[in-house]
């Protein structure tokens, strides 16, 4: 079982690059969320997906769009790169909601120069 | 005020103890409550969850919660050196429940 795939597992952009983080589950979850993680202040929900074809913002969703392809993938893209923007991401998927917890995928270490 | 607050560590204690974890959330309609467990460079993993007012146990974890105090605890007995992790508390908030908010995490050392 993959579980939840992330790619790519590491990335160095420069400012005002563009990239898309690939996120994809094999679990038939209804859920799926993006997270970033930074020293000191914990996983912070960027957007998430409560079910295929609908997509909301979290608590940091500025400078970040993101796309529910499918039941099965959800993507985050950075449109212009922004040193702020250097991060552990994480992708998560849940069954329905968060009740269940969440299943991480392994993360996506970004830094911006 | 955070609306989940965890006290960062490290929290050090010798091999064989009981550690202690804590965690207080602020809004009082919180549903779910779940440990997570996330070594260096790796990424969270769930560990254990709980509902109810109370005691939950799994092996060597148990759960804690008090919704009148807002307090959601774990306590790992027989503490060994691979229990060394940031574990990481998160809460559904009021009937929000199609999200996570997550603690900053507490550093945890078991020393041989």
């Known amino acids: 079982n993959a579980g939840v795939t992330q790619t790519p597992k590491f990335q160095v952009l420069k400012t005002g690059q563009s990239m898309t983080l690939q996120c994809a589950q094999d679990?038939?979850?209804?859920?799926m969320y993006w997270y970033r993680q930074d020293p000191g202040m914990g996983l912070r929900l960027i957007y998430y997906?409560?079910?295929?074809?609908?997509?909301d913002k979290g608590e940091v969703p500025n400078g970040y769009n993101v796309s529910r392809l499918n039941k099965r993938e959800f993507s985050l893209r950075l449109e212009s790169a922004a040193p702020s923007q250097t991060s552990v991401y994480f992708c998560?998927?849940?069954?329905?909601?968060?009740?269940?917890?969440?299943?991480f995928g392994s993360g996506t270490r970004l830094t911006v120069v | 005020q955070k609306e989940v607050e965890q006290n960062s560590g490290p929290l050090s204690v010798p091999e064989g103890a009981i550690a202690s974890l804590n965690c207080t959330y602020s809004?009082?309609?919180?549903?779910?409550f779940f440990w997570y467990r996330q070594y260096s460079g790796k990424s969270p993993e769930l560990i254990m969850f709980?509902?109810?007012?109370g005691d939950k146990e799994d092996g060597r974890f148990t759960a804690q919660l008090n919704k009148a105090s807002q307090y959601v605890s774990l306590l790992i007995r027989d503490s060994q050196p691979s229990d060394s992790a940031t574990y990481l508390c998160?809460?559904?908030?009021?009937?929000?429940?199609?999200?996570?908010?997550f603690g900053t995490g507490t550093l945890l050392a078991v020393q041989p």
């Open positions: 998560a998927s849940s069954e329905a909601g968060a009740n269940y917890g969440y299943t």
């Open positions: 709980i509902y109810s007012n």
């Open positions: 809004d009082r309609g919180s549903q779910s």
């Open positions: 997906s409560a079910s295929e074809g609908t997509t």
């Open positions: 998160a809460v559904t908030l009021g009937s929000a429940t199609n999200k996570l908010i």
């Open positions: 679990m038939n979850h209804n859920s």
